[in-house]
């Protein structure tokens, strides 16, 4: 059963920093990994898609690295913002067009 | 089409009463999923549809829980006989098959007393 940890379960930055979130996987055969970010109370926008054969994708400030081989991705968030503050989901499907297994997210709070 | 829209936002129910939560998918995505997100968690899969065929159940979803997606279109997902442990959000979502980004909707908001 696929399961995956998301680290730190909080974060608190000043505006500015660079930061890195972490994700982790138990099972390496995924199709692809994507992040999501949430702000309160409302639904998941997609930030970035990685495909299993890909090590990472780019997206303005953000980056997503994938390491399939030992369950491992990263989302680096450069020059953060106060309107960066939301949580932030990863996410792994196993097969196309499937269901997808989440972590528990990682709250960031950036501080002006 | 902005999205995909999700009806009630909000439900407030007694526990033993039935609700019903609508999802419309964007135009000419063929599969729509729902997921079920409690406080602090990451969203938990329940179901999904490739257009009206109803293609894998959690083990999630009891007895109670129902979803149809009639003409391939909008889709509704029935709690019977409502219990606190229900008390969640409802998430929508849908694809187009062709592609792998997922958009989801705005969520429906269960709470039941």
């Known amino acids: 059963k696929q399961e995956v940890t998301q680290i730190p379960a909080a974060l608190s930055v000043p505006e500015g920093e660079n930061l890195v979130l972490n994700c982790s996987f138990t099972?390496?055969?995924?199709?692809?990994l994507q992040w999501f970010r949430q702000d309160p109370g409302k639904g998941l926008t997609s930030l970035l898609l990685?495909?299993?054969?890909?090590r990472e994708q780019t997206s303005g400030r953000l980056n997503a690295s994938l390491d399939k081989s030992s369950g491992r991705s990263t989302l680096y968030i450069a020059a953060s913002q106060p309107g960066d503050s939301a949580t932030y989901l990863c996410?792994?499907?196993?097969?196309?067009?499937?269901?997808?297994?989440f972590g528990a997210g990682t709250i960031l709070r950036v501080k002006s | 089409d902005t999205g995909v829209s999700q009806d009630p936002r909000h439900k407030i129910t007694k526990r033993g009463q039935n609700v019903t939560f609508r999802c419309d998918p964007i135009?000419?995505?063929?599969?729509l999923y729902w997921y079920r997100q409690t406080l602090g968690q990451g969203p938990e899969f329940l179901t999904y549809?490739?257009?009206?065929?109803?293609?894998?159940k959690s083990r999630l979803l009891s007895d109670r829980f129902s979803a149809e997606r009639p003409k391939g279109s909008f889709s509704t997902l029935e709690i019977q006989r409502t219990e606190q442990g229900d008390s969640a959000m409802y998430l929508c979502?849908?694809?187009?098959?062709?592609?792998?980004?997922?958009?989801f909707g705005e969520g429906s908001w269960l709470t039941v007393v």
């Open positions: 979502a849908s694809t187009l098959g062709s592609t792998d980004t997922i958009y």
């Open positions: 549809f490739q257009n009206e065929a109803q293609l894998e």
């Open positions: 135009s000419e995505h063929n599969r």
């Open positions: 099972d390496s055969a995924i199709y692809n």
């Open positions: 996410a792994v499907s196993m097969e196309y067009g499937n269901k997808l297994v």
């Open positions: 990685i495909q299993s054969s890909q």
